[in-house]
């Protein structure tokens, strides 16, 4: 109940072309819903976060779809470019801790 | 505005050895956690603690962890004896723990145990 399930692992995406990566969950305790986005020997960094009362929030070429009846939420990253492969980590959060799902590595080949 | 500040940066000892791992929050931020990653089970939640009170260590592993919180401006992970399974890096991140405040993460220590 406590897992936040991601997938796909990895991702490879042309440069220009659009990345997406899902997540699932069955706490429904859970009230925000934070990516980060982590770069090599670096620790991961806040992207962008949404609450379940919101189905959609875009920032930039970043938006987080959000299906609370489904119990699903994703990233989409539009345009992407080489600057943006990293590995990218969806999270839950519950009573102030945060689960984080395993992670899917991005690659945007130019 | 430093971050979150973490040492060392990279750790190489024998099994059995005392490993302690510090950490530095960011200034003003009153909870902290100490997370594990693994390429096996991710990021894991070892311990967090608010207003420097421990107040969830069910992520610790067994006995041989320890995580204190003496100051608002310091923390420290220990791990006596070492495994070598205990190898992973180790992140630390600060909140100030109000509303949707992010967790900032510091860049970890790299820890190979031998």
């Known amino acids: 109940q406590q897992q936040v399930k991601q997938s796909p692992q990895s991702l490879i995406v042309q440069k220009g072309g659009i990345s997406i990566i899902n997540c699932a969950y069955e706490?429904?305790?859970?009230?925000?819903f934070p990516w980060y986005q982590q770069f090599p020997g670096k620790g991961p960094a806040l992207l962008i976060a949404?609450?379940?009362?919101?189905s959609e929030k875009k920032e930039g070429r970043f938006t987080i779809s959000f299906n609370k009846s489904a119990k699903q939420f994703s990233l989409h990253i539009m345009d992407s470019q080489p600057g943006d492969s990293a590995t990218y980590f969806c999270?839950?959060?519950?009573?102030?801790?945060?689960?984080f799902g395993k992670g899917t590595k991005l690659s945007v080949k130019p | 505005d430093a971050g979150v500040i973490q040492s060392p940066r990279h750790e190489v000892t024998e099994m059995g050895q005392e490993v302690t791992l510090r950490c530095k929050p960011i200034?003003?931020?009153?909870?902290l956690f100490w997370y594990r990653q693994t390429m096996m089970r991710g990021l894991e939640l070892l311990i967090y603690?608010?207003?420097?009170?421990?107040?969830?260590d069910s992520g610790m592993p067994e006995d041989r962890f320890s995580a204190k919180m003496p100051n608002a401006s310091f923390s420290t992970l220990k791990i006596q004896p070492s495994e070598p399974r205990d190898s992973a890096v180790y992140f630390c991140?600060?909140?100030?723990?109000?509303?949707?405040?992010?967790?900032?993460f510091g860049d970890g220590t790299r820890l190979s145990i031998l």
């Open positions: 991140a600060s909140t100030r723990g109000q509303g949707d405040q992010p967790q900032h």
């Open positions: 706490n429904t305790a859970f009230d925000y």
């Open positions: 949404i609450r379940p009362d919101v």
């Open positions: 999270a839950a959060r519950n009573i102030g801790n945060l689960i």
């Open positions: 200034s003003g931020h009153n909870s």
């Open positions: 603690f608010n207003n420097n009170v421990p107040i969830d």
